[in-house]
């Protein structure tokens, strides 16, 4: 984007009257490491982007203060976990690796909103109104549906399960049951600055729109890492909020660098429509996480044969 005068529209007042075909033919235009700003509406050229290419990158929706804060809340329900030796919350399995200092670390939290009131009184802050609204205007956030809002921390260390995350959609779940995912939308914030070379979220821009074919069987769900001749990477600074349909293909790849210049965290926050099915202490562990955290203990366990 051009640096703009004060006083100049700014690019969504520029874009909110625009047409769907108008929209789309400027939206087609745009760079895809393009940034947009979120504002009190989507425009039309946002959701033009998202429709053909399957993501969107808002700039620092958050600001430093409140990553701090947030990443900050993460350590203290950590701290409590480790200590009460939990193995799950709401019945999605805890998976503890180790950091660059060996220390346990905790490398994925689900239902983190139930767990701290920093996370909760942030993600259901007003200024996502808009986002809420994208997923439908009866959308609510799941605090204690599907896996809760989810905390990812990547780290590139000799005890870390996840320095990084093999390439999937999100939708598997529902392949589960032999059916095709309907429109999803996930709604990822990011902490730190990455850029190419320190990793992250990489996709492939519009496998939103393949058949159940290309959806199933494109690549080898978690198990490959391997680069792709047609993905992206998505560069983010701290604040950054990404929508990305649940049906397109992405991963996170490992950050060239270890320890602590390789960490990286994400937080999901699940937007639901329909009948409420609430998760709580007590649910059994799903089928689909079942099968994720076989794979992760076996993960863990030849880590500690090293
Ligand atoms: O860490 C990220 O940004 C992506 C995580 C992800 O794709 C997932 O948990 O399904
Ligand atoms: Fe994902």
Do not use: C
Not at 107 to 120: I, K
Not at 255 to 269: H, L, N, Q
Not at 289 to 298: D, E, F, S
């Amino acid at each position: 984007m051009n640096a703009l005068a004060a006083g100049d529209p700014t690019e969504n007042d520029l874009h909110a009257g625009l047409s769907a075909d108008e929209a789309r033919e400027v939206a087609a235009a745009l760079p895809l490491a393009h940034r947009f700003t979120l504002g009190t509406e989507i425009t039309p050229v946002q959701l033009a982007f998202l429709d053909l290419h399957g993501f969107l990158v808002f700039a620092q929706v958050a600001t430093q203060e409140e990553v701090d804060a947030i990443l900050a809340a993460v350590d203290e329900v950590q701290t409590q976990f480790l200590a009460e030796g939990r193995q799950k919350a709401h019945g999605v399995p805890i998976w503890v690796g180790r950091d660059e200092h060996d220390a346990p670390y905790i490398q994925r939290f689900a239902y983190l909103s139930m767990f701290s009131d920093t996370v909760r009184r942030f993600v259901t802050d007003d200024r996502f109104e808009p986002v809420r609204k994208l997923i439908g205007a009866d959308a609510r956030i799941g605090h204690d549906e599907l896996d809760g809002v989810v905390f990812n921390r990547y780290v590139k260390a000799a005890g870390s399960l996840r320095p990084q995350l093999g390439w999937h959609t999100d939708g598997l779940r529902d392949v589960f049951y032999g059916e095709l995912p309907g429109p999803m939308l996930n709604v990822g914030l990011h902490f730190r600055r990455i850029r190419v070379e320190d990793g992250g979220l990489r996709l492939i821009p519009g496998t939103h729109k393949q058949g159940y074919w290309g959806f199933v069987f494109r690549k080898l769900y978690f198990l490959d890492h391997r680069p792709d001749a047609e993905e992206i990477p998505v560069e983010t600074f701290p604040g950054d909020l990404t929508v990305h349909d649940g049906r397109l293909w992405h991963r996170v790849a490992a950050s060239r660098y270890e320890g602590a210049r390789s960490r990286r965290e994400s937080m999901y926050v699940p937007y639901v429509t329909g009948i409420r099915k609430p998760q709580t202490e007590d649910s059994e562990t799903k089928g689909y996480m079942k099968v994720l955290n076989a794979g992760m203990r076996l993960k863990a366990w030849l880590v500690r044969k090293r």
